[in-house]
């Protein structure tokens, strides 16, 4: 079966420090993506950045990027100089490649950043 | 090109009405997703439709709950009898089909579903 596990309810971080989220993932299916989504108070899902089961190098998107560990089924997202905009909820999800049908998320990380 | 969307985006409902929330899929998009998120979870896959075809409602319970994504117009997630339980944050998310790649999921904002 396939499983999003996130182990963080919450974090804190410092206003321009780097904070990383938590993700580990199991699945028997070798061909499988990773997404990280921020969710707002507002409400909305918002992509953030996605990996590939066969990328050779971690995915980075301006402050975004994931620290995939393929053997040990991670993909923690790491935010390097955190903004105050950047409290919200972030979720990581994963879905097969072959089976776009099954994306599945974790409980997700309430990210909260002090000034 | 606008993005999905999806109406009401607040809908309140008494025990035992019908709750209908439509979603319009992204310009060029043909497959269509719905998510329920439950206050302080995360989302829960509950079917996955294509054009005019259902092709995966295994999240979907198996009473009172229906969904559609006919030739012409919007999906329609359509839950009768509506129970307290229902209230949730209903996401729709839509992608232009499967690949050989990944495939992104472009989500609606949402339609936020108060059951009294």
């Known amino acids: 079966a396939q499983k999003i596990t996130q182990t963080q309810p919450g974090m804190f971080v410092q206003e321009k420090e780097a904070v990383t989220l938590d993700c580990t993932y199991d699945t028997s299916d070798p061909s499988y993506g990773l997404f990280w989504y921020k969710q707002p108070s507002s409400g909305e899902m918002i992509f953030l950045i996605y990996?590939?089961?066969?990328?050779?190098q971690n995915a980075t998107e301006g402050r975004y990027s994931l620290n995939f560990q393929k053997a040990r089924k991670s993909a923690n997202l790491v935010i390097s100089a955190s903004q105050l905009g950047d409290s919200a909820m972030y979720f990581c999800?994963?879905?097969?490649?072959?089976?776009?049908?099954?994306?599945?998320f974790g409980a997700g990380t309430r990210l909260t950043v002090k000034p | 090109n606008a993005g999905v969307m999806q109406n009401p985006r607040h809908l309140v409902r008494r025990r035992g009405q019908e709750a209908r929330l439509r979603c319009s899929p992204m310009k060029g998009h043909s497959h269509v997703y719905w998510y329920r998120q439950l206050p302080e979870e995360g989302l829960k896959f509950m079917v996955y439709?294509?054009?005019?075809?259902?092709?995966?409602e295994s999240g979907m319970p198996k009473e009172r709950f229906s969904a559609e994504f006919p030739k012409e117009g919007p999906s329609i997630l359509r839950i009768q009898q509506v129970v307290r339980g229902d209230s949730a944050a209903y996401f729709c998310?839509?992608?232009?089909?499967?690949?050989?790649?990944?495939?992104?999921?472009?989500f609606g904002p949402g339609t936020r579903l108060t059951v009294l």
């Open positions: 999800a994963m879905s097969h490649v072959f089976a776009n049908n099954d994306m599945r």
């Open positions: 439709l294509q054009k005019e075809n259902i092709i995966d």
């Open positions: 998310a839509s992608s232009q089909g499967q690949a050989l790649s990944y495939n992104e999921q472009f």
């Open positions: 990996q590939g089961s066969y990328d050779q």
